[in-house]
């Protein structure tokens, strides 16, 4: 067989699959199909590039990038999310450091803190907001406690997922400003879907729990939710960006572009679809779904610069960041943004 030949027949085999592919398309949900539509009517460039894919996580956990590509919002684009396992919350920011991940989700301070050691690496979508009717995080106390004001919580224990993120540092931040001694309360981590118990036994005083799993806490009888984020700060606090690897967006501008607007599309269908969303994360994390708490995203992925100042400002009042080592300007971009102007 001649070359010629054997290019000819690949390119059969290709459009054969292609057809049938389609073909099964007409038989899949509502959504699969508005996506293979989507895809249609994509740029002959985008569809007939090179496919670049990026280095993913795939946690049990409900995210933009998995509702993405359940949604079909790649198709027709430059790239495709390759999936690495599971990778523990607090890796994921230095693995989009070190570039092992191209992108993750976390909150703002974890990537100011990466940023001022030097890791290469840029905000370029905003994430979840918080809503006074979503909240980011949940604050829930044992009833019989008779923990009720901040005051209350000195000699105590709280429970939160993680150190140097949102649970930490807006909580201090509140309770300062309620005049409570930080350094007598005892904070130990506890994953959020360990918390509910965790404080429903006694193993914690107060428990700080995120979506989805705030939910069982919100349904158990024994527990009293005493506060949101929402009421904190009013939700400045609880932007939950994604990050790059800047190696990555250096080299890969387009497959960024095309991630960002996969994220955009994604927040917005929760937005406009939440009971929708709530089943799908009721599946993907195998939760009932009576216990599913609605998420929030900023419209269009926009990152506004108020929420970062924020965590800036925290951070160097906690002594965590030198004054002028990071500005604002140095944690995101929205030149990836297909919403952005000028």
Same mark, same amino acid.
């Given at each position: ?19 049938a592919s389609w073909g099964l398309a007409a038989c899949s949900r509502p959504d699969e199909q508005a996506a293979a ?47 690495v396992g599971k990778v523990a919350a607090p890796q994921i920011i230095p693995l989009v450091g070190t570039g092992d #991940? ?132 009013g939700g400045l606090g609880g932007m939950s960006p994604y990050s790059v690897n800047g190696k990555f967006a250096r ?62 400002? #925290? ?28």
């Amino acid at each position: 067989m001649t070359l010629a030949t054997s290019r000819r027949s690949a390119l059969k085999t290709l459009t054969a699959l292609t057809a049938a592919s389609w073909g099964l398309a007409a038989c899949s949900r509502p959504d699969e199909q508005a996506a293979a539509s989507a895809a249609a009517t994509a740029p002959s460039a985008a569809r007939n590039s090179k496919i670049v894919e990026f280095l993913y996580p795939d946690n049990p956990s409900f995210d933009l990038i998995y509702l993405a590509d359940r949604l079909g919002y790649f198709e027709g684009t430059s790239t495709r999310p390759k999936y690495v396992g599971k990778v523990a919350a607090p890796q994921i920011i230095p693995l989009v450091g070190t570039g092992d #991940i191209h992108f993750g989700a976390r909150m703002v301070p974890l990537v100011i803190s990466a940023i001022a050691s030097g890791a290469d690496m840029k905000v370029v979508a905003a994430g979840g907001k918080t809503l006074q009717e979503a909240p980011h995080m949940k604050y829930f106390v044992k009833k019989s406690s008779g923990i009720r004001q901040p005051k209350d919580l000195e000699g105590k224990t709280i429970g939160f997922n993680s150190f140097g993120a949102c649970a930490e540092f807006v909580t201090k931040k509140y309770l300062r400003e309620h005049g409570v001694d930080v350094n007598k309360i005892n904070f130990i981590v506890v994953p959020d879907n360990q918390n509910e118990q965790a404080v429903a036994t006694g193993n914690v005083d107060l428990a700080i729990i995120h979506p989805p799993h705030s939910g069982g806490a919100e349904a158990n009888t024994d527990l009293l939710r005493l506060w949101s984020d929402f009421d904190l700060d009013g939700g400045l606090g609880g932007m939950s960006p994604y990050s790059v690897n800047g190696k990555f967006a250096r080299e890969n501008p387009q497959a960024v572009r095309d991630v960002v607007a996969a994220l955009a599309k994604a927040g917005n269908w929760v937005n406009a679809n939440p009971e929708e969303a709530r089943k799908y994360t009721a599946e993907r994390i195998g939760m009932d779904l009576k216990h599913v708490e609605r998420y929030a995203y900023v419209d269009n992925q926009l990152i506004t610069e108020p929420p970062i100042q924020y965590y800036i400002d #925290i951070l160097q009042a906690e002594g965590k960041l030198a004054p002028g080592k990071v500005k604002v300007a140095d944690v995101y971009t929205n030149e990836f943004n297909p919403h952005a102007k000028g």
